[in-house]
């Protein structure tokens, strides 16, 4: 069954320039990009985009950096490929929970800066694309 799942590459990732190095692996996966741009984020789309963790503690940190420089969005798409890109991010936690192996397991330390984003569901994954790319 063929998927598609937002993938945002954070502005931490776009500074330490792994943009190639994520589209590198969602290739070699076997995943297409079907859409991707560079983008400097609105507060708002940011509110949107993380409005299930409005109110949690980390949530104006979270506003703050994911607003703070360039983030690559893309759309991803294959089979099962909202899982399939969750599985080549790794945990949440880049230290605690992120194997080696993974992006976030390889390149990241901090929780908030953990490089990669990527649709948890089938919801969130039409919510966020129809969100980031409403033409497509
Ligand atoms: P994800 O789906 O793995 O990205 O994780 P969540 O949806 O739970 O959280 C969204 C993003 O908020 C994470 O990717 C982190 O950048 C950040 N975040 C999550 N939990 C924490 C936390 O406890 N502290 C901080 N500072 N940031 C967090
Ligand atoms: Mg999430």
Known sequence: MTERTLVLVKPDGVQRRLIGEVISRIERKGLDVVALE??????????QHYAEH???PFFG???EFITSG???AAV???????????????????VEKATPGTIRGDF?????????????SPESAAR????WFPNL
Do not use: C, M, W
């Open 76 to 94: 991803v798409e294959g089979p099962r490929a909202i899982a399939a890109f969750r599985q080549l991010a790794g945990g949440t936690d880049p």
């Open 54 to 56: 409005d109110g949690k």
């Open 70 to 72: 360039q983030v690559l």
């Open 128 to 131: 966020e694309i129809k969100l």
């Open 38 to 47: 560079l983008r400097t984020v609105p507060r708002e789309l940011a509110e």
């Open 108 to 120: 990241g330390l901090e929780t908030q800066y953990n490089l990669v984003h990527g649709s948890d």
């Open 61 to 63: 940190d979270l506003l």
